[in-house]
């Protein structure tokens, strides 16, 4: 049973550029979250996708947008690329109804 | 509203010592509480969560945490430390509320842990 996968694994963009992660969720997984991890910091939640629709939202600004596709997969949108955007981009799954989420190995975006 | 604090960004322990990692929440309702682990260039792994059942709460490789309402703590044990057990640790928290609460965890700083031979 494959875990959350999510590609690529590294990136490496210029300011301005756009970005674009993608997350498949583990097996019997409806739900997605996206995190960014600065280094050094703990994950920030971005947002939450559940039926193709963005459900919760952090503290981040409309550069940031997601989708989510009906094989429940995700993918996690960045434009106009910022310095402070480098960081690791985490996604994780759950079932709908439990709180335990499952993490990928994360995709590293490395902004120059 | 939800935080976390993690008490000591850096522990350094024997091999064979106790791990004590601190933990202290903040929440405007009945949390739910976890402990990840992260190893260098790797997503997190769950090590153990307490969902309102008992409040001593075991987890994977040995670790366990107790859940303490009146302190609003949930440190995370574990007897003897073991080389392997190098890592960095989150202590997360999300509102027990069902629904569309799960998926958003508030993490702390993290605590990284190191083990001397």
């Known amino acids: 049973d494959a875990g959350v996968t999510q590609s690529p694994t590294h990136l490496i963009k210029t300011r301005g550029q756009q970005v674009t992660l993608r997350c498949s969720p583990k097996?019997?997984?409806?739900?997605v979250s996206w995190y960014q991890q600065a280094l050094g910091q703990g994950p920030q939640f971005i947002f939450q996708?559940?039926?193709?629709?963005?459900?919760q939202r952090g503290n981040f600004p409309d550069r940031f947008s997601g989708h989510q596709f009906p094989n429940y997969s995700s993918e996690l949108n960045v434009n106009a690329l910022l310095l402070g955007d480098s960081a690791l981009y985490l996604c994780?799954?759950?079932?709908?109804?439990?709180?335990?989420?499952?993490f990928g190995e994360g995709s590293r975006l490395t902004v120059l | 509203a939800q935080s976390v604090t993690q008490l000591g960004s850096h522990v350094s322990v024997s091999e064979g010592a106790l791990v004590l990692l601190r933990c202290n929440y903040s929440?405007?309702?009945?949390?739910?509480l976890f402990w990840y682990v992260q190893y260098p260039n790797q997503g997190l792994q769950l090590l153990l969560k307490?969902?309102?059942?008992?409040?001593l709460v075991k987890g994977i490789n040995g670790f366990e945490a107790e859940f303490k309402k009146s302190e609003t703590s949930f440190h995370l044990t574990k007897p003897s430390a073991h080389m392997s057990d190098a890592a960095e640790y989150f202590c997360?928290?999300?509102?027990?509320?069902?629904?569309?609460?799960?998926?958003?965890?508030?993490f702390g700083q993290g605590t990284i842990l190191t083990v001397h031979p």
């Open positions: 994780a799954s759950n079932p709908r109804n439990t709180g335990e989420l499952f």
């Open positions: 097996s019997g997984h409806d739900t």
């Open positions: 996708y559940y039926e193709e629709e963005e459900r």
């Open positions: 929440s405007s309702v009945p949390p739910y």
């Open positions: 307490y969902t309102s059942a008992a409040t």
């Open positions: 997360a928290v999300s509102a027990n509320a069902g629904g569309t609460s799960y998926g958003k965890l508030t």
